[in-house]
Nanobody, 119 residues
Framework: QVQLVESGGGLVQAGGSLRLSCAAS????????MVWYRQAPGKQRELIAG???????NYADSVKGRFTISRDNAKNTVYLQMNSLKPEDTAVYYC?????????????WGQGTQVTVSS
């Protein structure tokens, strides 16, 4: 069973930084694409970053140049370094794994981690 545990959120002033972590289990982490989503109040969940098994990242335009996704296969953990944070980055952040069979994220979600950016 896939389990995802996010951590590292908090309250930060605009322009600040945070590093999120996501520990995954129940998957073969080293060959699995990992992704980060976020959901702001009243909005749909938004895909913001992904990293494939080889370490190649991609980003949504809204975070490109400010956020960096990385992974540590030895720790089954994916990270999201967030710099130059803006109030519009305020959201609950979730990670997920992409099911190798379907090509879509698993239906299991963690509790997420709240990021609040004050102006």
């Amino acid at each position: 069973q896939v389990q995802l545990v996010e951590s590292g959120g908090g309250l930060v002033q605009a322009g600040g930084s945070l590093r999120l972590s996501c520990a995954a289990s129940g998957i073969i982490f080293s060959i699995t694409r990992m992704v980060w989503y976020r959901q702001a109040p009243g909005k749909q969940r938004e895909l913001i970053a992904g990293i494939n098994s080889g370490g190649s990242p991609n980003y949504a335009d809204s975070v490109k140049g400010r956020f960096t996704i990385s992974r540590d296969n030895a720790k089954n953990t994916v990270y999201l370094q967030m710099n130059s944070l803006k109030p519009e980055d305020t959201a609950v952040y979730y990670c997920n794994a992409v099911d190798l069979r379907s090509g879509r994220p698993y239906n299991t979600w963690g509790q997420g981690t709240q990021v609040t950016v004050s102006s």
